[in-house]
């Protein structure tokens, strides 16, 4: 049988909850919606790391962030860096792949491969090599059509602010993006199969989707940000004025504008994508390729007081996760509700591929499951994050979909969610009596991820606070990088 080609479509910082498919009857996903209705969509997935290093490191090697070694993108945490001994894209390469990563890849040193042939990079404004010009600002510079710059609308790449796009629609990153893999596909090597990562810079903020899409979310009623009961800790006027504030709370007219810019964002990537869908079906690429959808974290939008990522709630930690296997490969289920992450996007293609998994990948395959077996590959999922905007949200959480226990350690502090009754987790029921055997329950979970670590973040029975104490560390990310970079 011929190989299939692959082709992953990845955005960056999408919740799971903006798209039709998954119950959202205000956002205008048409395309996506198409292609979940041609495969599968993995109801609870999630992220093992909420922010965009550490997620897409799992995404790349397969592995969870404790074996990457970067468990989050604060204080101890190096950039991703290279030296992985397998990467999805390395092995697909070795078995006759022709690779090519197009869009935001966030690796250090910017242009590393990481196992692809070749990348064409949009890397919004980071600048980490010296001299590095990221291949989407050259086209910019080179087909603007006035003087203005392309951060010219003047939103911070991490602000909770929005407005339309300044530039003309033609010249913004999203469309770039799809520009250049309709190119790659044009010039592949077609006596191979491809696999093409195809990973768009938004929704992340800046919230600049161009103006027909600004404009017709401002004049829809969005769903306003879910605020539990408990968090009244996050609501503080201090912080909340900061152009790129963590948490606080905004006005209405802020909230819903940041709203209508991220919708908005998501309903051009999905125009684009419609580009790339039309583009395939006329070659005739449709039929004989895996297509994966997937976000590396999503984004709390005024969920809680918090804006961003790198949390444990669902508007942060949870994703969307489409796959769509051809015919070849047999008929897959509508919906798959059993936990998955995003570690599991590696063994998956893998193993649809007809590749071995490599050894050092502690994902999933959920080929399984997709095909309707009922075994489940994973109980829970665990996901981590280390201390970035503030000690106090350093994280670490449990899942299943149905409850979701969290521990801060720099607060020294517990919660616990019933998802099935409260899946806007607005009730924290840690102190509750009824809900004293699931805490116990929970809390040994994460105990037992935690305890082969031997760092004392547990003594085998209870977690340790961990106020005051240096930050955690991955010993595999020493071993990997060795002295090529720093912390």
């Known amino acids: 049988m011929k190989q299939p080609n692959i082709l992953l479509l990845m955005t960056d910082q999408q919740r799971w909850d903006t798209l039709g498919c998954y119950g959202n009857s205000v956002i205008e996903t048409a395309n996506l919606d198409w292609l979940a209705s041609e495969g599968t969509v993995i109801t609870h997935a999630y992220t093992p790391s909420p922010s965009c290093i550490p997620a897409r490191a799992s995404l790349l090697t397969g592995m969870d962030p404790w074996h990457t070694g970067i468990l989050g993108m604060g204080s101890g945490q190096g950039p991703m860096g290279t030296g992985f001994r397998h990467t999805l894209p390395g092995e697909l390469a070795k078995a006759g792949y022709h690779t090519q990563g197009i869009g935001k890849m966030h690796f250090f040193p910017q242009r590393s491969l990481n196992g692809f042939h070749h990348t064409l990079l949009d890397e919004s404004g980071r600048t980490e090599d010296p001299g590095f010009l990221s291949d989407y600002r050259a086209w910019f510079e080179r087909n603007k059509t006035g003087d203005y710059g392309f951060t010219d609308h003047g939103i911070g790449w991490n602000s909770w602010m929005a407005r339309p796009y300044h530039a003309p629609e033609f010249l913004h990153p999203t469309n770039w993006t799809v520009n250049e893999s309709i190119a790659f596909l044009k010039r592949r090597d077609p006596s191979k199969p491809f696999f093409l990562k195809t990973s768009f810079a938004r929704p992340h903020s800046p919230y600049d989707a161009p103006s027909f899409y600004f404009d017709l979310y401002r ?16 609501d503080r006027a201090e912080e909340a004025f900061k152009p790129d504030a963590w948490r606080g709370v905004r006005s209405k007219e802020e909230i819903m504008r940041a709203r209508a810019g ?10 684009q994508i419609g580009r790339l869908f039309q583009f395939m079906i006329q070659e005739g690429l449709m039929e004989n390729t895996i297509i994966v ?13 918090l804006w961003r990522k790198t949390y444990a709630y669902e508007g942060s930690a949870r994703i969307p996760f489409i796959v769509r296997l051809p015919r070849s490969l047999g008929r897959t289920v509508k919906r798959m509700d059993g936990p998955a992450a995003i570690q599991d996007v590696m063994p998956t293609l893998l193993e649809a591929a007809g590749i071995p998994v490599p050894e050092t990948v502690n994902g999933f395959s959920l080929l399984p499951a997709l095909r309707g077996d009922s075994i489940s590959l994973r109980k829970y999922v665990h996901g981590e994050h280390s201390a970035c905007y503030a000690e106090e949200q350093e994280m ?17 502090t517990e919660q616990l969610f019933d998802l099935t009754e409260d899946p806007k987790e607005c009730r924290d029921v840690a102190g509750s009596e009824a809900y004293a ?4 329950h929970w809390r040994n979970r994460l105990i037992a991820e935690l305890e082969p670590r031997g760092l004392g973040l547990t003594d085998g029975v209870r977690l340790v606070s961990q106020v005051g104490k240096p930050p955690i560390i991955s010993p595999h990310y020493a071993s990997r990088v060795g002295n090529k970079i720093g912390y």
């Not at 004049?219 to 996050?234: E, M, S, Y």
């Not at 670490?396 to 020294?412: E, N, S």
């Open 437 to 440: 055997q699931e805490l116990k």
């Open 293 to 305: 959808f997937v976000s590396d974290h999503g984004d709390m939008l005024g969920d809680h007081n």
């Open 219 to 234: 004049g829809k009623t969005l769903p306003a940000p879910d605020v539990g009961d408990w968090a009244g800790i996050h």
């Open 262 to 271: 991220y919708y908005g964002s998501i309903h051009h990537i999905d125009h």
């Open 396 to 412: 670490q959480y449990v899942t299943d979909g149905k409850m979701k226990f969290i521990w801060l350690p720099r607060l020294g």
